[in-house]
């Protein structure tokens, strides 16, 4: 650590990102279906439906017992994810991070490689730009003074 301050973010469902999973699992279901004739297009089909709601459940709706609920940020790559059974994991943060107005991805690398996906609605507006910043910069943003006076430091 660096002596910056940890952040905690506790992440809330969002119906909106799991309506957009579902959705998408749901049209290539019925492409699916509409290509594979038969029994097997049909299985196939149902089986992208599931897929899509078991990862709505996960992701979006957070109500698996190991869906991520809390993020904790304690410098420029140290990420710690939280579960719902409050399991926290230290895990390595991937290089090539998207950030845009709408969502956060992150992807990480654990005991299995995994993606985390923010949406602006899972935090309250300042804690979204807070971890927007991080993300962008790799930097734990602080009050004004303290920014201006590590940058007459280093500078």
């Excluded at 409050?86 to 993606?115: D, Y």
Aim: charged fraction near 20%.
């Amino acid at each position: 650590m660096s002596g910056e301050p940890t952040l905690n973010f506790e992440l809330s469902p969002s119906r909106g990102f799991a309506a957009i999973i579902v959705t998408v699992h749901a049209a290539a279901a019925a492409c699916v279906a509409a290509v594979l004739p038969g029994i097997a297009g049909w299985l196939v089909a149902v089986l992208l439906l599931a897929l899509g709601i078991f990862t709505a459940l996960d992701r979006a709706l957070l109500r698996r017992s190991d869906s991520v609920r809390s993020l904790l940020i304690e410098g420029p790559h140290a990420l710690s994810l939280v579960t719902a059974t409050g399991r926290r994991s230290n895990v390595r943060v991937g290089t090539r991070k998207h950030v845009s107005r709408l969502a956060v991805i992150v992807p990480v690398a654990h005991t299995m490689r995994r993606t985390i996906v923010v949406t602006r609605d899972m935090l309250d507006v300042e804690s979204f730009r807070k971890l927007r910043l991080w993300a962008l910069w790799g930097r734990v943003p602080g009050t004004a003074g303290e920014l201006f006076a590590s940058a007459r430091v280093s500078g």
